[in-house]
C-alpha cells in the first residue's frame, strides 16, 4: 500500500529526488530582479516594496498592506499592533509552526493552548469557548483575565493550517464576546477564502510569510494585512525604525524595527505575485488528484471545511496510527520522496512546556497521524 502512494507521487512528480514544496520561477521573476540591480535600489526603499504592497492588497482584498522580512517579524508586529503587553496571554493553537508561539514570546506574553478542529486542523472554537467559559472572566477595566493565572487574555491568534481556512466567524465572535483581538496567522494561505474573502483580512489583523516553502516567495519575506489606516501608518513606522520621514535628518522617536523586506526581495516577489492564480488552479488539480486516489485506498485525506477555499498550500493524509505513519515517512523519505509529518505540539517544546492548555485531544492524534505529500506547483 506505501509503495502504491510512492507510485503515484512519482506519476505525478516523475523520477529523482521529490522535494515537499519547491518554488517555481516561470515568470518576471529574472527580469524584475535585474531590473531592480540596475537600478541599485536594492534595499529598503524602491518601487518594487510599493508595488509589492499593492498587488498584495489587491490580491487578498485587504485595505493596506506592510511588507516585512518575513512572517515571524509580520506576527511580531501584529502583536504589538494589538497592544500586547509583557505578562498578557495570547491563545493559540498547540498545532502550529513555532513562530506562531516565538512571535507570542518576543512581547513578553504567554501562550495557552487550544486543541485543533477536527476537521480542517485550524484552532477549535468549541474548545475555544469551553476554555473561555472555564477559565476566563472579565474585570473591572473590560479586558479579559485568567481566573488561574490572574494574567490579562489580551489576544487570539488562529492558524490557517496547510492553507485550510479556520472557522473565523466563530472564533472573531468568540472573542468578541470576551474583548480579545483575533490576529489571523495566514502564512501558509495566501490565496485562501473563508466565506469568500480572503484569509488574513478578516480578523483586523493578519500575517503572511513569503518564505522559500510557500505557494509564492520571495526567499525570506512577509506582509501585515491591515484593515485600519491608523494602524497601518503605526506598522509602517514599527517596521522602519521609527524614523520619522525627513530629507536628510536621523530622527527616531521610539525604539523599533528594521523589518522592511528589502526591495530585491519584493521584485521577486511582485512577479510570483504576478503567477499565483496561475498556481492556485494547478495546486487545486493537484489536490484533487490526491483525493481521487486517496478515497479509492480508504486513506483520510485532508481538506478543508465545505465554507472555503484552500490554496492547496500542502496536501496532507491521515494515517489510521502512529505506526502507519512512522512506516511510511521511513519509506517514502528513504525513496527519494519527501514527506513530513505535522509538528510537535507547541506545549510540548521545551520553551512552551509550562503554558496552560487544553486537553488537545485533536492535535495528538493529528501530530501521530498526519504526513504531508509533495505538493509543490506542477508547471
Ligand atoms: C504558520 C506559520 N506561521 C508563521 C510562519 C513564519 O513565517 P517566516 O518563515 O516567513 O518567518 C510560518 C512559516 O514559515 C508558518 O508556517
Not at 65 to 93: F, P, R, S
Not at 105 to 121: E, P
Not at 122 to 133: A, I, T
Not at 200 to 212: D, K, Q, R
Amino acid at each position: 500500500m506505501f509503495e502504491e502512494i510512492i507510485t503515484f507521487v512519482r506519476s505525478l512528480y516523475g523520477e529523482g529526488y521529490i522535494p515537499l514544496h519547491e518554488p517555481k520561477f516561470i515568470g518576471n521573476e529574472k527580469a524584475y530582479v535585474n531590473e531592480c540591480i540596475d537600478s541599485t535600489f536594492i534595499s529598503s526603499v524602491g518601487k518594487f516594496v510599493d508595488k509589492f504592497e499593492q498587488m498584495i492588497c489587491e490580491q487578498t482584498g485587504s485595505k493596506y498592506a506592510v511588507a516585512t522580512v518575513n512572517g515571524t517579524a509580520a506576527l511580531h508586529v501584529c502583536l504589538i499592533l494589538a497592544d500586547v503587553k509583557a505578562n498578557d496571554e495570547v491563545l493559540t493553537q498547540a498545532l502550529t509552526f513555532v513562530a506562531t508561539a516565538n512571535a507570542v514570546t518576543y512581547v513578553g506574553a504567554h501562550c495557552v493552548f487550544i486543541d485543533s478542529c477536527s476537521n480542517n486542523l485550524g484552532l477549535c472554537p468549541d474548545d475555544l469557548k469551553s476554555f473561555l467559559k472555564t477559565h476566563a472572566e472579565i474585570g473591572h477595566d473590560g479586558f479579559c483575565y485568567n481566573k488561574k493565572t490572574k494574567r490579562r487574555i489580551k489576544a487570539c491568534i488562529p492558524m490557517h493550517v496547510f492553507g485550510h481556512p479556520v472557522k473565523l466567524d466563530e472564533i472573531i465572535e468568540i472573542c468578541s464576546n470576551y474583548n480579545i483581538d483575533v490576529i489571523e496567522d495566514a502564512a501558509e494561505s495566501l490565496g485562501s477564502l473563508y466565506k469568500g474573502k480572503a484569509t488574513g483580512t478578516i480578523a483586523p489583523l493578519g500575517a503572511l510569510s513569503f518564505n522559500g516553502n510557500k505557494i509564492v516567495t520571495s526567499g525570506g519575506g512577509g506582509a501585515i494585512l491591515i484593515q485600519d489606516e491608523k494602524l497601518a501608518k503605526k506598522a509602517k513606522h514599527l517596521t522602519t525604525t521609527a524614523k520619522v520621514p525627513h530629507r536628510w535628518e536621523f530622527f527616531h522617536d521610539e525604539i523599533a524595527f528594521n523589518y522592511r523586506l528589502p526591495n530585491l526581495n519584493a521584485a521577486l516577489l511582485c512577479a510570483q505575485l504576478e503567477m499565483l492564480e496561475k498556481f492556485l488552479l494547478n495546486k487545486k488539480e493537484t489536490s484533487n488528484l490526491y483525493k481521487k486516489f486517496f478515497l479509492q485506498k480508504d486513506i483520510k485525506f485532508l481538506e478543508c471545511s465545505e465554507d472555503s477555499e484552500s490554496n492547496y498550500w500542502l496536501n496532507a493524509v491521515m494515517f489510521k496510527n502512529n505506526k502507519d505513519q512512522q512506516e511510511f515517512l521511513q519509506l517514502s523519505n528513504n525513496s527519494g520522496v519527501m514527506t513530513r509529518p505535522i509538528w510537535k505540539l507547541m506545549s510540548d517544546l521545551p520553551a512552551f512546556k509550562n503554558c496552560q492548555k487544553t486537553e488537545l485531544l485533536n492535535a495528538k492524534i493529528f501530530e501521530s497521524t498526519v504526513v504531508n505529500l509533495p505538493s509543490s506547483v506542477r508547471l
